[in-house]
Every structure is written in C-alpha cells, then in structure tokens.
DNA sequence: AACTAACTAGACCGGTCGTCATAGTTGGGT
DNA sequence: ACCCAACTATGACGACCGGTCTAGTTAGTT
C-alpha cells in the first residue's frame, strides 16, 4: 500500500540534525518527535527496531549527503589543493553559521555510542569510508598513485575531522584555519612531486 | 580539618574514566557512583555542583594527565619527528589495549556536551589547549619559530584527534598509523627548511 | 461491506538526577 | 574527662523523563 504521510522521512531529517549536533545518548526520542512534529507513536512503526536502528538509517544518510556535497564539491575545483581548500571553506562556514554546532555529522555519535552499539558504529564507518574514498579517487583521478593518493586522504580526512573538533571546543575556527594551510602546501608538494617523477 | 575517606578522588577517577569512554550523556551518576564504590550522597557533598561540576573537574584532571605523560614523552626524545612518533605509538597502545575505547579523553565530552554547558567547554578547550602549548613549546625549544611551531603544533593535535576518531570507528588503526608517516615528514621537511634558513 | 495495510495515542516500567534528614567524626573549650 | 559545635559523610526518597510497546483508529483495496 502506498505511504500516506511523510512522517519517516521528517523524523529521520530531525534524527540526523539531532544526532549531528548532540550525539547519541543526548538525544531523546521525545526531542525527536517534538522537532518533526510527527506523532510519537510513528516512531516504532517505522523504525521497529527503536533509537537504534533509527540512529543507525540517520547516520547512512547524513553519512550519504556529505559524501555528495564532498564529491560536487570537489568535482569543478582546478586543481586537488584548491578543492580541499574549497571543502574547508564549506566547513568552516557550516561550524560558523550554526554557532559552533554543526561539524562532523558523525563524529559525536561515533564516540558516545560506537562501543555500545556495532551497527551504529559501522553506519559511521561506512560514511568515513565513503568520504575518504571521494577523496581518494579525485587524487587518484587528478595524477596522484593509488596508494599515495589512498594515505592522503586519511591524512586530509583525519585532519579535518580534527580541526573540527579544536575549532568547536574552542568556539575559534582557527584550528581549521591552520588545517587548511597545511593541507593546500602538503596536496601541493605532493602534486609536483608526483608530477617531477613522471 | 583532615579529609577522612578517598570518596571524592575515587569518585573523580571513576568519572574521568567513564567520561573519557562513554561521552557526558552516555555516563550515569549511578554508573559513576557504582564503579568508584564510593556512596552516593558523597557525590553531592563532593561536589554540590552536580554532573556538570564532576565533569568539569574530571576534565580538567584528564586534561592534566595528558599533558604531563606528553610532555614527559616528548621529553626524552632525540629529535621532533620522533618525540611525536612516540607519541603516536602510545596512544596506538592505548587504543588497541583498550578495544579501541580510550581513545581522546575529552573528545567525546567536548561533541556531546560543550553545546549544553559553557564549563564543560571550557575545561576540554583548556586541556587541548595545553597539549596545544606543550608541542609548540617543544617544537620553538627544538628551533622553530614561533609561528612556524605553533601552527604545526596545531596540526599534530588535529590530526591526532582525527586519527583517533577514524580509527574507533574503524576498529582499525590505519588512519593513525597513515597520520603517524605523515606528521614523521611533514615534521622532519618544517626541520630541515628551518635548519637551511638558520 | 469486508478486509488489510498504514498509521497513531497514550500507558508503562525502569532509570535519571538531585534533595534531604540523619548519622558519624573531629578537635577545641571548660 | 567531658561535651558541644562544626565539619564530613551517607543512603533512602521523589519528581521526572527515557525508550518501548500494545491496543486502537484511519484510509485505501477488492
């Protein structure tokens, strides 16, 4: 039978903007029903399988909307420098404009209730993963060897990420600041190296 | 008049640990009132500020630890690059020994409960503060200048912290083990430049 | 109309944080 | 030696909120 409201698709949006400011165990499932403004007894219909299993779709699509605004993103940039440059803009902008709330969609859900629960962790790994491997591609594409261009993109990933957290715990976006300064001379050294050897 | 039982240092350690693996919702009063073994009532006599005072001071404790086992760390070594492998190493240890629960002790907190309380904020923005200054006054004492070694300070702390998250996430110390090949250059070219110049 | 899938409201139990009246301990005054 | 005031410590208690589930209502199909 055809769906007949939009409650599980306004839930899941207040879950993943909850789960991404708050973390896990700070959000209630009260707090959730309250922000969508659908009936609290949805909840269960949709996601039988309870915060967990709501979690754990909210995360997949955060998860899968990064990994598009990161590949668009980096798709029109002329070279792979100023397209980390261009991600970390976006970033920064993101943290700033949400008054320090908004950083990693991910980040605090993966500390607060990765150990508790295994497919909440891999939902979280998953979207690391996807992001790295946007990230790793476009090296590979733009010249950079695959395992070369594989190490990078942790690295940029991880100091992100890290930035991330600095600048939110410092409300001071100097830390990302910092980041991008030295990811745009590292992706740039890497690229005339790699260019210089071939 | 003389202290007469260890309840509040007791109850203060149980708190850091749970905190450092757990976040700050994820981590009930009872729990830490169970682990420490210390009685309930004591929680509010030690600390009549409630969870966000315990925690405030279990940060700054956690935060303090850190520093000197870094500073002590860092020490000893012959040269940057490796005083930050060291490092490395040994928060790898932590990690894995742990099941990759003790990763940062205060990243978790700082993403699940610096939005909700300005003191908790403060405590985790003064710790990686302080680690921050110890690496750049590592980094100065070893030959750098002064801008030169507090922005690379930055971004050994970041992408440590990254490192940490990717790799809970993962169940996988790669990422750190990549940040590690990483800074061990990025840190041995910021020397040598710095020595050329000199 | 009868049936079934889609959806919803509210009750439930367990655990949360925080309070309070009470008990125990200490050292100075007499 | 005794006592009292001040300090330290405690666990039972309660108001409240958490996630979960069952019983019921609505809307679409045949």
Known sequence: MARRTDSRRRILESAAELFHTQGYHATGLNQVVTASGAPKGSLYFHFPGGKEQLAAEALRMSGGDLRDVLSQAVAG???????VGAVMDLLIGLLTTSAFQRGCPLAAVTLDAAADSEPIRLACAEGYDSWRTVLA??????????????????????????GLLLAKAGHDTAPLRAVADHLHTTIESEFTRCASTT
Do not use: H, K, Q
């Open 77 to 83: 940039a002329p070279d792979a420098a100023s397209a």
């Open 137 to 162: 591609d476009f090296f590979t594409e733009r010249g950079l060897a695959a395992d070369r261009a594989g190490a990078l993109a942790i690295v940029v990933l991880a100091s992100i990420e890290g």
